[in-house]
């Protein structure tokens, strides 16, 4: 199943719990950095100074919206296409709204930075995306957007069989589709961690993309670690 296919990802996040199971087991790479953390960092390199208005779009359970909302000087608004998202993160104190990052509801320029963490892969027209997400944006603003590369897990995933298919907005390919709509595209990669405690943990993880990918990774005993790769974009 494509992870741009509508139906899908609606079903994959229709609530927390499977985002919560892929989350739990990533640790940071071998020289201490976070993605998450790199991102805010990012974010935070963006603002204009003074007050700054941030969006973020697919804020899933609000956890990144709440740092960023502790940034000094941010108004931040936070969308998300999920309801159960927007009612999670609106209970962390966030503006939070439901929309889709192809029809923002929101005018020209009303942004200094937009925040997309891990969601641009989702986007069934990526370039209508982009393009809304540039509109927001007013002259000199930012997108930090943070994906993961085409051999993210691939030593999982081939263990269990999955077919090799490269994410529509990936490390590797995000800079061309940035170049569309923004001039200057910096990338900062990162070599991250999947640490499973057992055959179990990891079967689990693999279950919650709803492949068909079920029973199919091969046992193996004790813990066991996964090479991550994610990419932090910053586009002006």
Same mark, same amino acid.
């Given at each position: 199943m494509r992870v741009d296919d509508p139906d899908h990802v609606?079903?994959?996040?229709?609530?927390?719990?499977?985002?919560?199971?892929?989350t739990a087991v990533w640790q940071p790479s071998a020289d201490g950095r976070d993605p998450v953390s790199e991102a805010l960092a990012a974010v935070e390199r963006a603002l204009p100074g003074g007050t700054a208005d941030v969006l973020e779009v697919g804020c899933g359970t609000g956890a990144m919206?709440?740092?960023i909302a502790a940034l000094p000087g941010v108004r931040l608004v936070a969308v998300d296409f999920t309801p159960r998202f927007v009612e999670l993160t609106a209970g962390r104190g966030i503006d939070a709204r439901q929309a889709d990052i192809?029809?923002?509801?929101?005018?020209d320029g009303s942004f200094d930075v937009v925040y997309a963490g891990w969601m641009l892969y989702h986007v069934p027209d990526l370039d209508?995306?982009?393009?809304e997400i540039r509109r927001v944006l007013r002259p000199g603003g930012t997108l930090v957007a943070v994906t993961n590369g085409d051999e993210h897990l691939a030593d999982l995933r081939e263990a269990a069989g999955a077919p090799r298919a490269p994410l529509p907005f990936s490390s590797e390919n995000g800079a061309a589709s940035l170049a569309s709509r923004f001039t200057d595209v910096r990338r900062q990669d990162l070599e991250t961690r999947a640490v499973f405690a $057992?055959?179990?943990?990891?079967?689990?993880?693999?279950?919650?993309f709803?492949?068909?990918?079920?029973?199919?990774?091969?046992?193996? $005993?004790?813990?066991r670690e996964?090479?991550?790769h994610v990419g932090i974009f910053e586009a002006r």
């Open positions: 609606r079903e994959q996040y229709a609530d927390e719990t499977r985002l919560a199971t892929r919206a709440e740092r192809q029809y923002l509801p929101f005018g209508r995306g982009l393009a $057992d055959h179990a943990g990891a079967q689990a993880y693999l279950d919650t709803g492949e068909g990918l079920e029973g199919r990774l091969p046992h193996f $005993d004790g813990s996964y090479a991550g």
